[in-house]
């Protein structure tokens, strides 16, 4: 999964680490060992543990405070709102924190002690949290498993892929603000989804308008200037999920730790979420049909 | 942003030439985004290759005579910011520049940004506070469209100052888009008061005689 030189032989082949074009890629040791031939135990001990969480989502964005944790938040307050769901939002840890009884959340802020404790870690030892966070912790029954993750395509977002290979993810939400230097990233995000064969689900424009709570009126702070999300969805081929529109009270919420969606329930920006989580259960369940008709026929 | 898009380095006798943006030669950029081929091209980098590129960003640059070299980084506290700290510890940086939103979620991380610092021995040199309230253009009317307080609030955490609050200012984020030059185009702006006030902050807390 690591950057590759365009000629290179494959970690498998008898060239690994061998081959003139394995000069001065990041692997060539590795390869040159016959490590590279050997896949990782873990990932086939978290394909056995992934079999009780039916669904897995990965919630990226090319850029940072595009919204992801927010989204990501509130997509999994959307989908526990159905009691039958059970849905756990992932970040780290080895016993869920349930907020609800059908919601529950890790992260590897609860392994710190203080608010202040900041987690100095370089990309090996992240990678090994993530590798823990997915195999050693009990998620149990699980409908949905929501990953939140930082912005780019690095490390984290490599090791998510790479340790959930063999169990299947259901699919990849991009977010995305409307302005250029946030498409920007995306699409470098959607070449890197294409890379790794991670399905996209679709894309969701967020911070898209703002309706100023005295005269009514709408606004564009981030303004689409070249013709936002909409536009590169119809470039890209991939599906624009919605688009949710700014509003005080979803910050208000969140500092509170409470669910927007039940909060402001006639909000345009509740009305955008909803919508927008009931596409990504239906892409969901539809792939799940897809997969038993694969097996039984 | 800085409208240097599809620019590439070239090699000089004295290492990569940056990029400047402007006849004056008054601003100059390096970013990995001149090394792709293309612009939509994903930098799938691990930590050890992000920070090698760091290293040379830093000594293989020809940077030439500077008044300021500003870093700028991703979110966290990781390969990207140990590196550069680790790359500017020869030659005594100023210090960090720390920016929140106002958001509570937002505080409750920025302080352990504040920790790294702490922790790496890099003086915070101050808080700032971006989309800080939103001003309707068409009523006046101005919304915390990101909750209020908490640059203030991170600042005295800290016991560092508070250098200001950037608003929410659609101009801006335009003329970022568009290749404009901000400062020089929208003296009249919002952000633009803001931002000129936390230079200057900047400006004067500078010792004019760099060891």
């Known amino acids: 999964m690591e950057e590759v030189p365009h000629d290179c032989p494959g970690a498998d082949s008898a060239q690994a680490g061998r081959g003139a074009s ?11 060992s016959g490590a590279g031939a050997t896949p990782d135990p873990a990932i086939e001990e978290i394909k056995e543990k992934m079999k009780t969480v039916k669904h897995k989502i990965l919630v990226l964005s090319g850029k940072g405070g595009v919204g992801k944790s927010t989204f990501s938040a509130h997509l999994a307050h959307g989908l526990a709102e159905d009691e039958n769901t059970q849905v756990h939002q992932s970040g780290s840890g080895w ?32 990678n090994g949290m993530i590798k823990q966070f997915l195999r050693d912790v009990d998620w149990g029954e699980v409908d949905y498993l929501i990953v939140d993750t930082p912005p780019g395509t690095s490390d984290e977002h490599l090791s998510v892929v ?15 603000t409307p302005q250029e230097v946030s498409l920007q990233d995306v699409r470098k995000e959607i070449n890197f989804c294409r890379k790794v064969k991670l399905p996209i689900i679709g894309v969701v424009e967020n911070m898209s308008g703002f309706i100023c709570p005295k005269c009514k009126k709408e606004s564009q702070i981030f303004p689409p ?22 509003d005080p009270v979803i910050g208000k919420n969140c500092d509170k730790g409470q669910s927007f969606l039940i909060d ?11 919508s927008i989580i009931q596409k990504i259960q239906e892409f969901c369940s539809l792939h799940q049909s897809e997969e038993e008709n694969l097996i039984s026929s | 942003m800085l409208g240097a898009q599809g620019r590439a380095v070239h090699q000089c006798d004295r290492g990569w030439a940056p990029v400047f943006l402007d006849r004056e030669q008054s601003i100059s950029l390096m970013s990995v985004g001149f090394l792709l081929e293309k612009p939509d091209e994903a930098v799938v980098w691990r930590g050890p290759k992000k920070n090698a590129l760091i290293k040379q960003f830093v000594s293989d640059v020809a940077w030439g005579e500077l008044d300021f070299l500003v870093v700028d980084t991703p979110p966290g506290t990781s390969d990207e910011h140990m590196a550069t700290v680790e790359a500017l510890r020869p030659y005594q940086p100023l210090g960090a520049l720390v920016v929140t939103t106002p958001q509570a979620v937002s505080v409750g991380d920025v302080r352990r940004e504040l920790t790294f610092c702490r922790k790496t021995g890099l003086r915070v040199m101050g808080v700032v506070e971006n989309m800080s309230g939103f001003t309707c253009p068409h009523c006046a009317e101005c919304t915390s469209v990101f909750s209020r307080g908490g640059g203030e609030e991170l600042a005295r955490l ?20 568009e290749g404009h030059d901000f400062i020089q185009e929208f003296p009249g702006s919002p952000a633009f008061t803001a931002l000129s006030s936390i230079a200057q902050k900047i400006l004067d807390a500078t010792p004019m005689c760099l060891p």
């Open chain 1, 22 to 32: 394995c000069q001065g890629c990041p692997n060539q040791r590795l390869c040159a």
């Open chain 1, 95 to 126: 016993s869920p924190v349930y907020m609800e009884d059908n919601l529950g959340v890790m992260s590897v802020g609860f392994l710190l002690s203080s608010p202040d404790d900041a987690v100095i870690w370089r990309g090996p030892k992240k």
């Open chain 1, 162 to 176: 790479q340790y959930l290979a063999a169990a299947h993810i259901d699919g990849a939400v991009i977010i995305t």
């Open chain 2, 158 to 177: 800290a016991g560092v100052p508070f250098l200001g609050s950037v608003p929410l200012d659609p101009v801006l984020t335009r003329s970022l888009e």
């Open chain 1, 264 to 274: 402001a329930p006639d909000s345009p920006a509740t009305l955008a979420y909803r």
């Open chain 1, 225 to 246: 200037t070249t013709g936002g999300a909409e536009l590169m969805c119809k470039d890209l081929e991939v599906p624009l999920l919605g688009r949710v529109p700014l």
